[in-house]
């Protein structure tokens, strides 16, 4: 079993910054992508960013240039770097994590959430 635990977040103001860490600890043996998602009231979960075990980044295009997603591969831990951060940015955000634990299981594991709020 793989937990995910999330660390950042809270209330800023448009244009402002904020960073988000995941912490994964469990039966890992490797974790093919680390990935930070996010939900806003009444709409349904997205991606918002992934970075391989290779290194490689996507990003949902409504936060290219504004967010990075960053890791400590061997620590199990990745980030998320928001800035110019706007209203509808507002949501839950998750991270996630794939990967390998033992024995070829595959597992799916994703944070327990937490709050970002952009005011206006």
Known sequence: QV???ESGGGLVQAGGSLG?????SGNIFTINAMGWYRQAPGKQRELVAVITSG???NYADSVKGRFTISREYA??????????LKPDDTAVYYC??????????VFDSW??????TVSS
């Open 3 to 5: 937990q995910l635990v």
């Open 20 to 24: 988000l860490s995941c912490a994964a």
């Open 55 to 57: 290194g490689s980044t």
């Open 75 to 84: 620590q199990n831990t990745w980030y998320l770097q928001m800035n110019s």
């Open 96 to 105: 996630n994590a794939r990967g390998y634990s033992d024995y070829d299981v």
């Open 111 to 116: 944070g327990q959430g937490t709050q970002v």
